[in-house]
Nanobody, 123 residues
Framework: QVQLVESGGGLVQAGGSLRLSCAASGRAFRAYYMGWFRQTPGKEREFVAAVSWSGTSTYSSDSVEGRFTISSDNAKNTVYLQMNSLKPEDTAVYYC????????????????WGQGTQVTVSS
């Protein structure tokens, strides 16, 4: 089993920054992708960004490209999401997720999920 614990959410003004962290524990970590998704009430969970287990492959959605950066620290089994130039439309619950195998941007392809952390951006 894998456990994922997110932290770092909160309230920030538009234009500000936040950094989310996701610590993984449990099963051995090799050949996986860790991703961030976000969700607002009544909407499907939306892909934000993902990083390979080696940290050498990253990709993100068009809506956050250039503003959000995903990174990983294998020694700590932790993935980060640095969010800059935040906008009110970035307000959502952000979830960390993990999958083994190839890259993916669909939430149904991820096997393990954290509990989520709220990010609120005020205008």
């Amino acid at each position: 089993q894998v456990q994922l614990v997110e932290s770092g959410g909160g309230l920030v003004q538009a234009g500000g920054s936040l950094r989310l962290s996701c610590a993984a524990s449990g099963r051995a970590f090799r050949a996986y992708y860790m991703g961030w998704f976000r969700q607002t009430p009544g909407k499907e969970r939306e892909f934000v960004a993902a990083v390979s287990w080696s940290g050498t492959s990253t990709y993100s959605s068009d809506s956050v490209e250039g503003r959000f950066t995903i990174s990983s620290d294998n020694a700590k089994n932790t993935v980060y999401l640095q969010m800059n130039s935040l906008k009110p439309e970035d307000t959502a619950v952000y979830y960390c997720a993990l999958k083994y195998g190839s890259r993916a941007t669909t939430f149904s392809e991820y096997d393990y999920w954290g509990q989520g952390t709220q990010v609120t951006v005020s205008s």
